[in-house]
């Protein structure tokens, strides 16, 4: 039997020998594609290619490119599991020819892998080819029908014609697209599936797809030709990997058996003769689960509240979820990482080499998931059983609300759960309510900029573009505009962008941001308000109008002091970021930074807040390296050497074959293509100001450096020298010791304050006792009390029931402008009567639009609405009487 790495290395091999170059698999996040949450697809890396905005040094490529599909058009969620051909993560085997060879060579290489190299029986394959679309205006593709029967010799009855929905190929709702052409094979018992063909059948599947891109889907639904023809090819290696080790499950092969096995040991499960509904399924979706969240997080994801953050903790959580179907209460996930490092980490070294930072955030993850989980399954039963005993199917939106508001359900894990009740739930209502979180529009926002529909740039000269000289120098004195162009931003305004044959003006990149300054034409001065780079790099100008002559020379010039302040701040973000590895530990990898000219941002990977005593070792640290003048040499070298030397790369960036690095002394070593300063003396003082959590795993430190540096030194002297006036220190040196006086002196009048209060409440207790409410045989105390605490009123309520013998006593306060109660019930009553404080408490609390609860004889609640607290306290003597009734 043929093992997936055998596979996998085959594919590759064969079209290597035919002159393809074997590229690596994009990253999962995307990169320099806002229009995907993820990479879906093996031709997304060259998206900008078949746009014909971007090139590559090769004309034939193949790759096996890891691939997400969890929302969108190719949403593949809810089959997981439950299908054995669907999955979240999946890696797809694929052929490029861009403007090289074009249908022929496309079929007449995939009927010989298949059947040559792999032997996959003749009879058993079927073609489909495009049928054609009136509606577009395209015709049937029958140069493929005709090529199927002429390069190959598969039977012609074999060969399919289906319409746009089967047989046109689209990445999304606009973007390059063409005709296809797929390959199905027949895995009946007596080969009798032709008719099954695209019927959904799991007998005939699909195993690859041959894309013959040609058109470019615009925003308002028409195609137009693009510039050049290209062949772009799908092969799910999952499934071919079935077929060829004979299994009707995916997740039968050598690719998920290792991780089946894992989880039954942990679980203590048997896959093979476990219930197909509370161990299979729940096995498989763990099984592609993990491999999704593994590779995404290795990649640069992390689970978050927005964007693809928050598609990371839907999966995690859906996860989790059916990890607890298996029995599992406590963390599992993390252990799985280590099966996918040694599996595949040979083919995706990413995994191996973040397989720490991969297992601490998915721990993390599961960890506060954890803690509410089982109340949201404790709820979802309640509510189910609600509906059940009422004889409605529907869940309403506010309880799947509430249900990922509260316990961070989403909504597809509600879905889940009804639907294994044999309910639905009130979707359009949910999304209704989403809405009003404005927070949550934004993720959807920062995802839709059409590409399809690229502003066409005004050739000005002709020659190439964008050389960088701003390494050397802060001014190019003779540049030529090579193109110009104007975009409108979301408020309709111009936005308007330059191109230059060179230029010093550094563009936003790994954290720093793009330099201004001006563009001098002639007497006219033109503003560069930022300046950032394209798709395929160039380096694009935006700038406050369009010069009046284009074609005359330009005098570029960076604003100096704004660049050396900016070149001081990243300097410092390198140094900081080898003080946190120092003294945090080498887990510590950079998630993310803005280096700007007044301030440094600086993301990176810890699980827990830095405490303050390693917050000044680590800004004392940065600060020795300044003082020592430590030079920094940049210098050009190929990627392998500058590994070898141990140059840390920043993550989610992309390389050439010849990269620069930055080394400070013996301290620091980065890969990096922004600007620094030439001794680290120059960074001047360096003051952290701030540290926080910026993710689920991911912790941000702010920071200031040279003038800026400077400034909160003074305005910290200045605030000491004001405070030890105020407190009447002669001395700033006296401060502390004057403070330690006027708080001591502060706790000891409140100790007073408070013994008063207590007194005086607990000399309103008679009166308290005199209004008590008798009703059958026992006194109900329910009262407002001003100007307490609510360890006081636990005191008073304490001090009431020992005085009542038998009865019930609701104190009610304002404090801190809500609501407060605290609620006693004597213990005859607990027990013979079943009168509850934790049932009372949460009856009044919610009238004053609040909740509560405690154990039988003491609990406290609290509300919103303070107006309402006398008709809260009215409301316990009914509540008392329908006990005793009942």
Same mark, same amino acid.
């Given at each position: 039997?043929?093992?997936?790495?055998?596979?996998?290395?085959?594919?590759?091999?064969?079209?290597?020998?035919?002159?393809?170059?074997?590229?690596?698999?994009?990253?999962?996040?995307?990169?320099? =594609?806002?229009?995907?949450?993820?990479?879906?697809?093996?031709?997304?890396?060259? #998206?900008?290619?078949?746009?014909?905005?971007?090139?590559?040094?090769?004309?034939?490529?193949?790759?096996?490119?890891?691939?997400?599909?969890?929302?969108?058009?190719?949403?593949?969620?809810?089959?997981?599991?439950?299908?054995?051909?669907?999955?979240?993560?999946?890696?797809?085997?694929?052929?490029?020819?861009?403007?090289?060879?074009?249908?022929?060579?496309?079929?007449?290489?995939?009927? *010989?892998?298949?059947?040559?190299?792999?032997?996959?029986?003749?009879?058993?394959?079927?073609?489909?080819?495009?049928?054609?679309?009136?509606?577009?205006?395209?015709?049937?593709?029958?140069?493929?029908?005709?090529?199927?029967?002429?390069?190959?010799?598969?039977?012609? &009855?074999?060969?399919?014609?289906?319409?746009?929905?089967?047989?046109?190929?689209?990445?999304?709702?606009?973007? !390059?697209?063409?005709?296809?052409?797929?390959?199905?094979?027949?895995?009946?018992?007596?080969?009798?599936?032709?008719?099954?063909?695209?019927?959904?059948?799991?007998?005939?599947?699909? /195993?690859?797809?041959? /894309?013959?891109?040609?058109?470019?889907?615009?925003?308002?639904?028409?195609?137009?030709?693009?510039?050049?023809?290209?062949?772009?090819?799908?092969?799910?290696?999952?499934?071919?990997?079935?077929?060829?080790?004979?299994?009707?499950?995916?997740? =039968?092969?050598?690719?998920?058996?290792?991780?089946?096995?894992?989880?039954?040991?942990? %679980?203590?499960?048997?896959?093979?003769?476990?219930?197909?509904?509370?161990?299979?399924?729940?096995?498989?979706?763990?099984?592609?689960?993990?491999?999704?969240?593994?590779?995404?997080?290795?990649?640069?994801?992390?689970?978050?509240?927005?964007?693809?953050?928050? /598609?990371?903790?839907?999966?995690?959580?859906?996860?989790?979820?059916?990890?607890?179907?298996?029995?599992?209460?406590?963390?599992?996930?993390? $252990?799985?990482?280590? @099966?996918?490092?040694?599996?595949?980490?040979?083919?995706? !070294?990413?995994?191996?080499?973040?397989?720490?930072?991969? $297992?601490?955030?998915? +721990?993390?993850?599961?960890?506060?998931?954890?803690?509410?989980?089982?109340?949201?399954?404790?709820?979802?039963?309640?509510?189910?059983?609600?509906?059940?005993?009422?004889?409605?199917?529907?869940?309403?939106?506010?309880?799947?609300?509430?249900?990922?508001?509260?316990?961070?359900? !989403?909504?597809?894990?509600?879905?889940?759960?009804?639907?294994?009740?044999?309910?639905?739930?009130? $979707?359009?209502?949910?999304?209704?309510?989403?809405?009003?979180?404005?927070?949550?529009?934004?993720?959807?926002?920062?995802?839709?900029?059409?590409?399809?529909?690229?502003?066409?740039?005004?050739?000005?000269?002709?020659?190439?573009? &964008?050389?960088?000289?701003?390494?050397?120098?802060?001014?190019?004195?003779?540049?030529?505009?090579?193109?110009?162009? @104007?975009?409108?931003?979301?408020?309709?305004?111009?936005?308007?962008?330059?191109?230059?044959?060179?230029?010093?003006?550094?563009?936003?990149?790994?954290?720093?941001?793009?330099?201004?300054?001006?563009?001098?034409?002639?007497?006219?001065? @033109?503003?560069?308000?930022?300046?950032?780079?394209?798709?395929?790099?160039?380096?694009?100008?935006?700038?406050?109008?369009?010069?009046?002559?284009?074609?005359?020379?330009?005098?570029?010039?960076?604003?100096?002091?704004?660049?050396?302040?900016?070149?001081?701040?990243?300097?410092?973000?390198?140094?900081?970021?080898?003080?946190? +590895?120092?003294?945090?530990?080498?887990?510590?990898?950079?998630?993310?930074?803005?280096?700007?000219?007044?301030?440094?941002?600086?993301?990176?990977?810890?699980?827990?807040?830095?405490?303050?005593?390693?917050?000044?070792?680590?800004?004392?640290?940065?600060?020795?390296?300044?003082?020592?003048?430590?030079?920094?040499?940049?210098?050009?070298?190929?990627?392998? *050497?500058?590994?070898?030397?141990?140059?840390?790369?920043?993550?989610?960036?992309?390389?050439?074959?010849?990269?620069?690095?930055?080394?400070?002394?013996?301290?620091?070593?980065?890969?990096?293509?922004?600007?620094?300063?030439?001794?680290?003396?120059?960074?001047?003082?360096?003051?952290?100001?701030?540290?926080?959590?910026?993710?689920?795993?991911?912790?941000?430190?702010?920071?200031?450096?040279?003038?800026?540096?400077?400034?909160?030194?003074?305005?910290?002297?200045?605030?000491?020298?004001?405070?030890? %006036?105020?407190?009447?220190?002669?001395?700033?040196?006296?401060?502390?010791?004057?403070?330690?006086?006027?708080?001591?002196?502060?706790?000891?009048? *409140?100790?007073?304050?408070?013994?008063?209060?207590?007194?005086?409440?607990?000399?309103?207790?008679?009166?308290?006792?005199?209004?008590?409410?008798?009703?059958?045989?026992?006194?109900?105390?329910?009262?407002?009390?001003?100007?307490?605490?609510?360890?006081?009123?636990?005191?008073?309520?304490?001090?009431?029931?020992?005085?009542?013998?038998?009865?019930?006593?609701?104190?009610?306060?304002?404090?801190?402008? #809500? !609501?407060?109660?605290?609620?006693?019930?004597?213990?005859?009553?607990?027990?013979?009567?079943?009168?509850?404080?934790?049932?009372?408490?949460?009856?009044?609390?919610?009238?004053?639009?609040?909740?509560?609860?405690?154990?039988?004889?003491?609990?406290?609640?609290?509300?919103?609405?303070? %107006?309402?607290?006398?008709?809260?306290?009215?409301?316990?003597?009914?509540?008392?009487?329908?006990?005793?009734?009942?």
């Amino acid at each position: 039997m043929r093992t997936s790495r055998a596979i996998r290395s085959e594919f590759l091999r064969f079209f290597e020998e035919r002159g393809h170059t074997i590229v690596p698999s994009a990253p999962l996040i995307p990169q320099n =594609d806002p229009t995907l949450l993820f990479t879906n697809a093996g031709m997304n890396q060259f #998206k900008d290619v078949f746009l014909g905005i971007g090139t590559r040094p090769y004309k034939r490529a193949a790759d096996t490119q890891k691939c997400v599909r969890v929302s969108g058009k190719h949403n593949d969620l809810e089959e997981v599991g439950y299908s054995h051909h669907h999955h979240t993560f999946f890696e797809m085997l694929g052929n490029w020819s861009f403007g090289d060879y074009f249908k022929k060579e496309a079929i007449a290489w995939a009927w *010989e892998l298949l059947t040559e190299v792999w032997g996959l029986p003749k009879d058993r394959l079927y073609a489909t080819v495009f049928a054609g679309d009136e509606e577009d205006g395209v015709p049937p593709d029958e140069e493929a029908a005709e090529l199927w029967t002429s390069v190959t010799d598969m039977d012609p &009855s074999h060969i399919l014609r289906f319409g746009k929905k089967d047989n046109f190929w689209e990445m999304g709702e606009t973007g !390059p697209c063409g005709p296809c052409s797929e390959i199905h094979i027949d895995l009946t018992p007596d080969g009798s599936g032709g008719k099954l063909v695209n019927a959904g059948s799991p007998e005939v599947v699909e /195993v690859w797809n041959l /894309v013959f891109i040609q058109f470019n889907r615009r925003s308002d639904g028409k195609l137009e030709p693009l510039p050049a023809h290209h062949v772009d090819t799908g092969m799910g290696f999952e499934r071919i990997t079935a077929v060829l080790q004979g299994k009707r499950s995916n997740y =039968d092969t050598d690719i998920f058996t290792p991780l089946i096995q894992r989880i039954e040991e942990l %679980s203590g499960t048997d896959y093979e003769t476990g219930d197909e509904r509370s161990v299979r399924v729940p096995t498989r979706v763990i099984a592609d689960h993990i491999r999704m969240l593994a590779f995404t997080i290795a990649d640069g994801g992390l689970p978050g509240n927005e964007g693809r953050g928050y /598609v990371i903790r839907r999966i995690l959580r859906r996860a989790v979820r059916y990890g607890r179907v298996l029995g599992f209460t406590d963390p599992f996930l993390f $252990q799985l990482v280590p @099966v996918l490092v040694e599996t595949m980490g040979d083919v995706f !070294p990413e995994i191996a080499e973040r397989q720490e930072h991969v $297992q601490r955030v998915i +721990r993390a993850e599961e960890e506060s998931f954890g803690r509410t989980l089982d109340r949201g399954l404790e709820l979802f039963e309640e509510i189910a059983g609600r509906l059940e005993a009422s004889g409605e199917r529907t869940v309403p939106g506010e309880e799947a609300f509430r249900l990922y508001d509260t316990y961070g359900f !989403p909504l597809d894990l509600t879905q889940l759960l009804a639907r294994e009740r044999g309910m639905t739930v009130d $979707q359009e209502r949910f999304e209704e309510l989403m809405e009003q979180q404005r927070e949550r529009a934004r993720a959807a926002q920062r995802f839709q900029l059409d590409l399809s529909e690229v502003a066409r740039w005004q050739t000005v000269s002709e020659g190439p573009d &964008s050389e960088f000289t701003g390494y050397e120098s802060l001014e190019e004195p003779e540049a030529q505009i090579r193109r110009a162009r @104007v975009l409108r931003d979301a408020q309709g305004n111009p936005v308007y962008q330059l191109v230059l044959d060179r230029t010093p003006f550094y563009a936003e990149s790994g954290g720093q941001i793009g330099d201004q300054g001006t563009l001098e034409i002639g007497e006219e001065v @033109v503003r560069v308000l930022d300046t950032q780079k394209d798709e395929d790099g160039t380096i694009v100008h935006i700038v406050d109008r369009l010069p009046e002559d284009l074609t005359a020379p330009v005098r570029a010039r960076v604003d100096a002091d704004r660049r050396r302040a900016t070149m001081r701040a990243h300097s410092a973000t390198h140094l900081l970021h080898a003080a946190l +590895r120092k003294f945090l530990g080498d887990h510590v990898t950079q998630a993310g930074s803005l280096v700007a000219p007044d301030r440094l941002r600086f993301d990176f990977t810890h699980y827990e807040a830095v405490p303050q005593s390693a917050l000044e070792e680590i800004e004392a640290f940065v600060n020795e390296q300044v003082l020592a003048n430590l030079p920094v040499v940049v210098e050009w070298m190929p990627l392998d *050497e500058a590994k070898r030397r141990g140059a840390m790369a920043l993550f989610g960036e992309k390389y050439g074959e010849i990269v620069r690095t930055v080394q400070m002394g013996e301290v620091s070593l980065e890969l990096c293509g922004g600007t620094h300063v030439s001794g680290t003396a120059e960074v001047g003082p360096f003051r952290l100001l701030r540290e926080g959590s910026s993710a689920s795993g991911v912790r941000r430190v702010e920071a200031v450096t040279g003038w800026g540096a400077y400034e909160t030194i003074r305005e910290a002297e200045r605030t000491l020298r004001e405070a030890a %006036s105020v407190v009447g220190a002669r001395q700033r040196e006296e401060l502390i010791e004057r403070l330690e006086r006027l708080l001591a002196e502060l706790k000891s009048l *409140e100790r007073e304050t408070a013994e008063l209060r207590r007194r005086a409440a607990m000399a309103s207790l008679d009166r308290y006792l005199s209004e008590a409410t008798a009703l059958n045989g026992l006194r109900i105390v329910a009262a407002s009390v001003e100007g307490v605490e609510r360890e006081e009123l636990i005191a008073m309520v304490d001090a009431l029931k020992q005085r009542l013998g038998s009865g019930v006593v609701v104190l009610g306060s304002v404090i801190g402008q #809500k !609501p407060a109660f605290v609620v006693g019930v004597t213990p005859d009553l607990v027990r013979e009567k079943g009168i509850r404080a934790g049932d009372l408490a949460k009856h009044v609390a919610s009238i004053t639009g609040g909740g509560g609860g405690g154990r039988p004889e003491l609990a406290q609640a609290g509300g919103r609405d303070p %107006s309402k607290l006398r008709e809260a306290l009215d409301a316990v003597v009914p509540f008392v009487r329908q006990k005793l009734n009942a």
